[in-house]
């Protein structure tokens, strides 16, 4: 018989005496089969009428169930038949506040456990959920949702979110709507946007706007698509306009040539009599790099398999790839690489290839020159930029130690570095500072306050929670607050005066603020970050790609994605994917050129 194993039955006597062997038991299990089947017998009921109790009614359609089956499917159902109310003893029972088809969908859902989030579907079917107080259907919904933000969605999903009062998903579909403000405000739904909405919209400092002329251009043309109705919303949108901004003939013109605009009464004092703030949050003139790590491929058999990403990858502020160029072929399949920015070039060093070598790339001409080696081999390290002089710091090296004097058995040892090096631009080499207090590798760097930091990482054992921090006019490293988690393969990213943790093991972004020691739990990620990359751009740290399986082994969903993290409002937003699945790589953001 399947899914069953023979057992003894025995029975215990007064003074343990015997066991009888003849009698015998089958302990069985039908988990694999039987809620399928036992979920199509009560579909069947339903559709055959078959004891049926009660009616839910809505929009005039009514629905035939059993009270039994709705209440295990929903609270909200369990305490309507409880016998507190009159409704259960009511054999048709009116829905109120939800559509028929949506009340439909859930019912089906109750007995079949299946169902189907669409556009046309899913607010309808949120609000439904949401009332009735059935949860997997309502997060089923919300990652839908969060999932589709678009341009031309963003704007639909915030007024709606904000309607069911669901401060998340409202939170980050603003965030995205104020980062793609040049996209938002010339798709179709802009026009249907509720004044209350623009009017936040417009005035919200995190606004990305290339020219403050658009925010009055976007304005124009949602007032003009309905101008008999909305004329009168007019000058009170035309307040949040940052007219010190404003290029004054542009100013001239528009006030030569547009009609509505000229004679909006007193718009002539309201253009001089703006503050001179600009928005804090421009959009940031500058691209994100992508280097080395792992990507999809096949092997020679033609079997899905993972390679060497052979490539650099260059996106613009949004994550839209701009252009990709092939890696230095002393790069390719090295592990662990190590990169930072200094005066517009990117330095790159070690790896699990190139170890000791040092590569400068020049994205003026795209052209690498090599530097003097490292004193030390190593890999899975950091670099960072403190008073313009690039340090690099820990990482591993996979020495060979032999066996026997004739160096006939051999085997790898693995060395943590506790080194720090500088590198010296005028000789063109590399000289050791103070080293660590412990050494370590995979680790987060980064520099802050005039001193560089160094968050958690790999120890010969296992992780670890320490914090390390460097002060070079004292030449010395020293311990620090640790953080509240063991920290592995995080990444740690500068804005301001604060450092933000993110990837790695983390399932927040963490916040550690120097000047007071203290941390600070912040977003959650949308998707998977281990062996994401994390970047700084203005006031947003961009994490690329990630991946939750085996390193080398198979790729996840979340490894073509890009997470946006906004300091400022702590949001989360997901925006353009990577053009290609990435993990284990490096990104650095550079100046625009």
């Not at 790609?545 to 937003?573: A, E, K, L, R």
Request: proline share 3%; hydrophobic share 35%.
């Amino acid at each position: 018989m399947d899914n069953c194993q023979s057992v003894e039955d025995s029975q215990t006597k007064e003074d343990s005496e015997t066991v009888d062997d003849s009698e015998t038991g089958l302990e069985c299990d039908a988990s694999d089969e039987y809620p399928a089947s036992f979920l199509q017998r009560l579909h069947e009921f339903r559709s055959e009428g078959h004891l049926v109790d009660v009616t839910l009614c809505a929009e005039g359609k009514e629905i035939p169930c059993h009270r039994l089956v709705l209440s295990a499917f929903a609270e909200y159902f369990q305490s309507m038949f409880s016998g507190a109310h009159s409704e259960s003893k009511k054999d048709k029972i009116e829905i109120g506040g939800v559509s028929a088809e949506a009340l439909q969908l859930l019912v089906d859902i109750a007995y079949t456990s299946k169902f189907t989030v669409t556009t046309d579907n899913v607010q309808s079917l949120y609000e439904a959920a949401n009332m009735l107080q059935v949860e997997h259907v309502e997060a089923s919904c919300e990652d839908f949702l969060t999932g589709r933000l678009r341009p031309d969605t963003c704007l639909a999903t915030w007024v709606f979110a904000h309607k069911v009062s669901n401060t998340y998903l409202s939170d980050m579909a603003r965030s995205f709507a104020l980062k793609f403000f040049e996209e938002v405000w010339t798709a179709e739904d802009f026009l249907d946007l509720p004044v209350e909405f623009l009017k936040m919209y417009i005035s919200d400092d995190e606004l990305h706007v290339k020219k403050e002329e658009e925010v009055i251009e976007a304005v124009m043309l949602w007032v003009k698509h309905d101008f008999e109705e909305r004329q009168t919303h007019l000058k009170g949108l035309l307040e949040f306009v940052r007219f010190s901004q404003v290029d004054q003939d542009y100013l001239k013109n528009i006030m030569d040539t547009d009609k509505e605009f000229a004679e909006i009464p007193g718009i002539k004092e309201l253009m001089k009599n703006q503050s001179s703030q600009a928005r804090s949050c421009q959009i940031f003139q500058g691209e994100i790099l992508l280097l080395g790590g792992i990507t999809d491929g096949e092997d020679r058999h033609g079997i899905e398999s993972t390679k060497p990403n052979c490539d650099m990858y260059r996106l613009d502020a949004h994550c839209s790839c701009v252009d990709n160029t092939p890696l230095l072929r002393s790069l390719h399949d090295s592990e662990g690489i190590a990169a930072c920015v200094v005066n517009n070039d990117v330095i790159v060093t070690g790896g699990s290839k190139s170890l000791s070598q040092a590569w400068r790339y020049r994205p003026s001409d795209n052209s690498w020159t090599k530097l003097g080696s490292l004193r030390k081999k190593r890999y899975r390290h950091g670099m960072a930029v403190l008073q313009g002089k690039v340090y690099v710091v820990g990482g591993v090296n996979d020495e060979i130690r032999f066996s026997d004097p004739e160096r006939i058995f051999s085997h790898h040892h693995r060395v943590f570095r506790e080194e720090t090096e500088v590198y010296n631009e005028l000789t063109d080499s590399w000289h050791m500072v103070a080293p660590l207090q412990q050494a370590v590798s995979s680790f987060g760097i980064t520099t802050c306050c005039q001193k560089i930091y160094v968050f958690g990482g790999h120890t010969l054992r296992n992780g670890t929670s320490v914090v390390q921090c460097y002060d070079h006019t004292q030449n010395v490293w020293a311990f620090v607050t640790p953080s509240p988690y063991t920290l592995q393969d995080i990444k740690a990213c500068t804005v301001n005066t604060k450092i933000y943790l993110v990837g790695g093991n983390l399932d927040q972004v963490l916040c550690y603020d120097p000047c007071e020691d203290l941390y600070e739990e912040m977003a959650k990620p949308i998707v998977v970050w281990e062996s994401a990359s994390a970047t700084v751009c203005g006031s947003e740290i961009f994490i690329t790609g990630g991946n939750d399986d085996d390193y080398f082994c198979h790729t996840s969903p979340g490894s073509c994605m890009v997470q946006c993290y906004n300091v400022n409002n702590d949001t989360m937003i997901r925006v353009p994917d990577l053009p290609i699945s990435l993990w284990g790589h490096i990104s650095v953001t550079i100046p625009k050129l």
